[in-house]
């Protein structure tokens, strides 16, 4: 699928920009971008061993279009092919396929509906997570936005409600979204087990959402964010009663306590997520800190025993970024992410293989130029204490995770 | 009395504060712009915030219901730069960023860019429903100009 993506790339450059772009008949327009990165992590194997001594195997290709039959109506969809390594062979899914009736419009407020695949706003980055041109580097703040999360939280399929409106000079934005998906369950079982979970690839996942942007009266310059997410996620299909107790009689004796993974016969995590944004524009600067806290239920069952547990989940970045020209920004930024706020050390989510897996600390720094229409590169160097946010990928509990790991990516952007 | 305007010991940090506010100071201004809208649209004293939600591509359609063309200049042009910042009180990237989103999240599009004033103007004189920009020494004709105390 890849390699008949990669014919289509000689097509896309020879159209020009937005403008001239491809014009279809109904007032439709198609658009798309290609990210090709480079990316060398010498101290963890970042989704896989192969950018150990750097690797092209990171690539983001995306079509997209929209047909508007009137003022009101308007269905839009893209496609969305992402290759990185061992997490993601870059086979086309569909990102967003929706159905837009705008109900209700004057001069300073509208309301509307979209039914479909939906993109869910959380936080400032969330629906843009793998858009090349609306983050400043490689990847979103980890921080927030770790992998582990991204397919649960990505988009939803069921409905979503959107309105503005003008409200004593205060612009507010407000999204209310509801929907089931089903996603890959390997980020989830590393997430929750630090280790695959035999059996299950599958979970599904109930997503209700209320997300509200503010530009307040007093500063317009300013831009207030709130985002509460309830989530419901449930392993499918993971072993039998039966399946389990046969595993467990030829396991070696307290195999059950050293890999309870290896004998979950259900799995499930009710989730309550609060993210609070804030972003300050000041002429060519830009400053954003957002402060994620998710309330984790879990509940598991192992060999038919019901186990349940709670924890927070706790996350904040603080960035600045700065445009010296038109063509030209650089950023740094700071994070934290801590999979059991109350355990800022990670001792109680250790794993063998990992200890450091419970926190992460670190500083990005990078920028990008636009050197010419559609076109940018853009660079980032990472430098962590703790891998919180080490993307997983099956076989990562056999390598050797360090505390202290470093990443540094080039990226090339295209966009029409 | 020997008078020390600049001590050997400030002249790193008086540097360093020339160069944050060299960095603050933004690029000299490009004059004014004039707003030209087709002539079958039919609004005369928008203010500002109205005008950032037209080109922001938060509202599609004119109070009598018709559709709303948006045309701008390329962001990088110092006129659009001027624009965003004078008269719609947004900067040009942070518009930027809300069209990509719009655009890559299938909730919206972006403006018509057009290259330059002349292809403006032609575009606005031959689009119902357009709104566009020109400098304000541009000659402009059969389009409407908006006015009002804000702009």
Known sequence: MTMRLAGLLPLMLSFGSPVDALELPYNSELHGFVSQSYLISPDNPYVGTSSDDGSFKFREIGINGFTEFSTEFRVAGQV???????????????DFLLADYQFFTNQYSAAGVRVGRVKNSIGFYNATRDIPSARPSFNVPESIYFEALRDTLLSTDGIDLYGSALI???????????????????????????????????????????????IPSFQKDLRLGLSIVDVDLDLKDPLSLQEAQMALVSAPPGDLLLNPQNYVTGAGIDGFLTLLSAQYS?????????????????????VGNAASSSATTEAYFLQTEWFPSPTTSVFARYEELYLRRNDRSGDQTAADYNPYRGFGRGWTLGSKWSFRENWSVSGQASFNEGTAWLPNFKGIENQDIKKHWNYYVFSLNYQF | MKIQLLPAGNKQKTFILFVIFWFLTA??????????VNETVTITEPDWIYLNQIFAMQIRRWPDSSAIQVFTLPSTSDLHREFAVKKLKIQAHQL??????????????????????????????????????????FPVSEVRILTGAQL
């Open chain 2, 27 to 36: 690029p000299p201004a490009f004059g004014e712009q004039k707003i030209i």
């Open chain 1, 80 to 94: 969305l092919s992402r290759y990185r390594d061992q997490a993601d062979d870059g086979d086309l899914r569909v």
């Open chain 1, 282 to 302: 000041y002429r060519n600067w830009v400053i954003t800190a957002e402060y994620f806290n998710l309330k984790n239920e879990f509940d598991g069952e192992f």
């Open chain 2, 96 to 137: 930027d960023r809300i069209w990509n989103r719009m655009l890559f999240t299938g909730t919206g599009k972006a403006p018509t860019v057009v290259d330059s004033e002349t292809k403006m103007l032609e575009m606005i004189q031959s689009t119902p429903g357009a709104i566009g920009y020109v400098s304000r020494d």
């Open chain 1, 168 to 214: 004593s000079g205060n612009q507010i934005n407000w999204e209310l979204t509801a929907g089931r998906k089903t996603v890959d369950s390997e980020n989830f079982e590393y997430y929750a087990f630090a280790k695959p979970v035999p059996g299950t690839d599958k979970a599904d996942v109930a997503l209700r959402l209320f997300h509200v942007n503010v």
